[in-house]
């Protein structure tokens, strides 16, 4: 079945500081990819996704490259602010069916 | 209201109890998911709705949960004969996509749920 793997948290930045939060996955054929963020009190919003291999999202400065070589949709980002210390979640929606399969999630505090 | 409402937002019971979660998605989304997420745990799909089927109810870890969804609107997660292992936070997230295609969901805040 789909899974996907998230590194391990929590992840804690200086503020500027550049991040990378590793996601890779397990699917058949061609999955669709997302990163979805949880900030404190909220509910998870899709932060940005990518539908085919090479595909490139991004939004509010953070990028994924869908990466289909070494099914990888790592999240960065340049410089962090305090603003962005949230949980991020990836995750896949398979070729059939319409679930999202999420990994664990991953805690992100910036420190000022 | 603007985005999904979920309640109670908490919930604390006895072993044994039966309790019932709420969801209201966004109005004229079509599609309707419950996840589970668990202490230190991702999400847990639990069930998906089009309308007022469900097409795919394969998540559902036992036959003490079950849900149903009225109207192709509110949905109710129901628990019976809680455990301590029922503990998580249930959530529920709304699609406005008739085949839940693109994948971006709209999420409640969540319904924690403590068994004791």
């Known amino acids: 079945g789909n899974s996907v793997t998230q590194m391990e948290g929590p992840v804690t930045l200086s503020e500027e500081a550049f991040l990378t939060i590793n996601c890779t996955y397990t699917?058949?054929?061609?999955?669709?990819l997302f990163w979805y963020v949880q900030y404190p009190g909220e509910g998870l919003q899709l932060l940005l996704k990518a539908t085919k291999a090479d595909d490139k999202g991004s939004n509010k400065g953070f990028e994924a490259t869908y990466r289909k070589e070494t099914t990888s949709f790592h999240l960065e980002k340049g410089s962090v602010q305090v603003s962005d210390s949230a949980v991020y979640f990836c995750?896949?929606?398979?070729?059939?069916?319409?679930?999202?399969?999420f990994g664990e999630g991953t805690q992100l505090t910036v420190n000022p | 209201g603007a985005g999904v409402s979920q309640s109670p937002s908490n919930k604390v019971t006895e072993k044994g109890k039966d309790v019932e979660l709420r969801c209201d998605p966004i109005s004229g989304h079509t599609a309707l998911y419950w996840y589970r997420q668990s202490l230190g745990q991702g999400l847990e799909f639990l069930i998906y709705?089009?309308?007022?089927?469900?097409?795919?109810k394969s998540g559902l870890p036992s036959d003490r949960f079950s849900a149903e969804r009225t109207g192709g609107s509110v949905s109710t997660l129901t628990i019976q004969r809680t455990q301590q292992e029922d503990s998580a936070v249930y959530l529920c997230?709304?699609?406005?996509?008739?085949?839940?295609?693109?994948?971006?969901?709209?999420f409640g805040e969540g319904s924690r749920l403590t068994v004791l």
């Open positions: 709705f089009q309308g007022n089927s469900a097409p795919d």
């Open positions: 997230a709304s699609s406005p996509s008739t085949d839940g295609d693109t994948g971006e969901l709209f």
């Open positions: 995750a896949l929606k398979g070729t059939s069916g319409s679930r999202l399969t």
């Open positions: 699917a058949t054929g061609y999955p669709s």
